[in-house]
């Protein structure tokens, strides 16, 4: 099994690059890019995964504004936010399989490029605006968190499934810990997740520990300001520490296009009192 926490490259061409070769699994693709004004990336420089696969790609615009353009559409200038934790919902763009992009930065800006087997492709190109996105506050007390859905099973796409979490000072996120790793629908999906984290202020952490029944997987890892965190397999809370704010994107993909998940049954109580 891979490591599970990535960390980032500040000096490469990717700050993240992470394909289903070097994660150790089949299915979700993920890269972070820096981009200076004026600079771009395109198809052919976002790595697309695998060589022998084709995947359909969402490009979400994390910060900073940018032109984009995808088969053939252009989208014009996309006048981002200024941070992930200003609570408010980025712009993205869909794009299928076997489909040239390019964004070209008018400020600096930081892109994520979401990757995931593309199937028969017959879902266009298309901008998803920020108010195309639902905002939800999911939990209560010390576990309340605020959810973008960027691009959830209700909206069309082949395999990929896209949403961005804030959470803040002092609470739990992705909790009670949960998973979805058993292609056992109704009661459970299999999905693969990346959980890429931004920390405010940046020189902190939040506490992410990936565990299953058994435990022959059981890691707590300190994940670190544009750090990724892997999980194939098992339970995944994270915990944000006291002075504090957590920033995550998530990204998920499995053979199935659905997110159906099991609580630990050691802490279903919290939400399921008996």
Known sequence: M????????????????????????????????????G????????????????????????????????GGQDFGLLKGRKSVFDRVPPFAVYVPKNTDFTVTAETACEVAVCRAPGLDGSHPVRLITPDDMSLEVRGSGSNTRHICNILPETEPADSLLVVEVITESGNWSSYPPHKHDTDDLPHESYLEETYYHRVDPPQGYVMHRVYNDDRSLDESMAAGDRSVVLVPEGYHPVGVPHGYDSYYLNVMAGPKRVWKFRNDPDHDWIVNPK
């Open 2 to 37: 891979a490591d599970l926490l990535i960390s980032p490259d500040l000096n490469g061409k990717a700050v993240q690059d992470i394909t289903p070769a070097s994660a150790g699994w089949g299915h979700v693709g993920f890269a972070t890019y820096d981009l200076a004004p």
């Open 39 to 70: 600079s771009m990336i395109d198809a052919s420089i976002a790595a697309t995964g695998d060589a022998n696969q084709d995947v359909e790609i969402c490009l979400v615009l994390l910060s900073g504004s940018a032109s984009i353009s995808a």
